[in-house]
């Protein structure tokens, strides 16, 4: 499993998890986080981690509904959404 971090432009911090990006969610038990996909809201993805506050995965349901939302790295070393043309 391929994971990272991301940092987007107006500075939320996402994980990327084979190419899939999760945004924070929730706390869980022991200040670990639950990340939910973020094409939660506009999927109704149901994919999540929950990540301990020492950044080990704990839990994860990683099957997606959707194509990953694809992001590129800007000079500054943050990154921004790319839009698919069908969603215009």
Not at 21 to 42: D, P, Q, V
Not at 57 to 79: A, D, M, V
Request: proline share 1%; aromatic share 10%.
């Amino acid at each position: 499993m391929m994971t990272h971090y991301i940092t987007l432009e107006k500075g939320n911090r996402l994980l990327m998890i084979n190419g899939y990006s999760f945004s924070k969610n929730s706390r869980i038990a022991k200040g670990g986080i639950r990340y939910a996909c973020s094409s939660l809201l506009t999927e109704k993805c149901k994919a999540y981690a929950h990540v301990s506050v020492d950044n080990v995965i704990l839990k994860c349901h990683t099957e997606h509904n959707h194509s990953p939302i694809q992001y590129i790295r800007t000079s500054n070393g943050r990154y921004i959404k790319v839009f698919s043309s069908k969603k215009w």
